[in-house]
Nanobody
């Protein structure tokens, strides 16, 4: 059983930056592909960025390409999401998730493919 705890959310003005962190415990972190997802009120939960077990493969939603960067530190059991040039439409609850599926290069942005989820952290971008 893997436990995931997100941190780093908050209120920021448009154009600002935030760095989200997700600390994992209870499993072998390097066995999991990791993803950041977000859900705004009344909308579905969608992938923002995904990273493979060793970090060699990544996926970004079109809406965040060039602004967000996902990274991981397997020695610290932590995955990060650096968010720059934030926009009001980035406002959502952000969740990290872990997937046991696939191989070292596996990435999949579908939420159904993820086995464990954190509790979420609120990101609010004011205009």
């Amino acid at each position: 059983q893997v436990q995931l705890v997100e941190s780093g959310g908050g209120l920021v003005q448009a154009g600002g930056s935030l760095r989200l962190s997700c600390a994992a415990s209870g499993g072998t972190f390097s066995n999991y592909a990791m993803g950041w997802f977000r859900q705004a009120p009344g909308k579905e939960r969608d992938a923002v960025a995904v990273i493979s077990r060793r970090g060699g493969s990544t996926y970004y939603a079109d809406s965040v390409k060039g602004r967000f960067t996902i990274s991981r530190d397997n020695a610290k059991n932590t995955v990060y999401l650096q968010m720059n040039s934030l926009k009001p439409e980035d406002t959502a609850v952000y969740y990290c998730a872990a997937s046991l599926k696939g191989n070292n290069y596996y990435i999949n942005p579908a939420p159904v493919m993820y086995d464990y989820w954190g509790q979420g952290t609120q990101v609010t971008v004011s205009s």
